[in-house]
């Protein structure tokens, strides 16, 4: 069954704006990722946080963990047309260090 | 090369024929996934290759599926008579460690 589950399924937004995208997992963690696919082929490693951490930051990336609540948020500031992409959380579970679950996805349209 | 890379890059076969695709991984990574993804859905975990490790097959979802690789090189996903629901993209990813992933292109396997 898929450990992270991805809300909203899909979201449109205009270019300019920020678009928010929010993962719920079920068990403990020792990470969690977000990854962008294009296209619906290869998957782009966007971002990790580790189950220590609170809030990450890369470029327009702001990613948020909040492993009480066992949910994480990736937040994508001044968003633009080349941002249209389906975007995936993943956790590596604390019993299996290895193995990473990924969610079903959010579907982001910017609309230029 | 310097990414992950899979061959073929699309596959059309008739239901009932048996089909290999390769992956190819980043030189130096000891570990190796294969995943599926159908249309529209998020990535299920097949199989998982670490070193000389014995595989992680947890995730084969009948057994006409099977993969091999030797040592840290190639790696082979084989599906023996295909029917129309193995149609899929199916990814593969290398990683050095319980870390960020990085994955091919992908096939596209179109079951007829």
């Known amino acids: 069954s898929q450990q992270g589950e991805e809300d909203p399924q899909a979201l449109s937004i205009q270019e300019g704006e920020n678009a928010t995208m929010n993962c719920s997992y079920k068990t403990s963690i020792n990470n969690l990722q977000w990854y962008r696919q294009n296209s619906g082929r290869g998957l782009v490693h966007l971002i990790l946080?580790?189950?220590?951490?609170r809030e990450k930051h890369s470029g327009r990336l702001r990613v948020t963990l909040d492993t009480s609540k066992k949910s994480s948020s990736l937040l994508i500031t001044a968003s633009r047309a080349a941002d249209t992409a389906s975007y995936f959380c993943a956790t590596h579970r604390m019993d299996s260090s290895y193995k990473l679950i990924f969610g079903s996805g959010t579907r982001l349209l910017v609309r230029p | 090369g310097a990414g992950v890379s899979q061959s073929p890059s699309n596959k059309v076969t008739e239901k009932g024929k048996d089909v290999e695709l390769r992956c190819d991984p980043i030189?130096?990574?000891?570990?190796l996934y294969w995943y599926r993804q159908r249309l529209g859905q998020g990535l299920e975990f097949l199989i998982y290759?670490?070193?000389?490790?014995?595989?992680?097959k947890s995730g084969l979802p009948s057994d006409r599926f099977s993969a091999e690789r030797t040592g840290e090189s190639v790696s082979t996903l084989t599906i023996q008579r295909t029917q129309q629901e193995d149609s899929a993209v199916y990814l593969c990813?290398?990683?050095?460690?319980?870390?960020?992933?990085?994955f091919g292109p992908g096939t596209r396997l179109t079951v007829t």
């Open positions: 030189s130096g990574h000891t570990a």
């Open positions: 990813a290398s990683t050095a460690g319980a870390r960020e992933q990085y």
């Open positions: 946080i580790r189950s220590n951490e």
């Open positions: 290759f670490q070193g000389n490790s014995a595989p992680d």
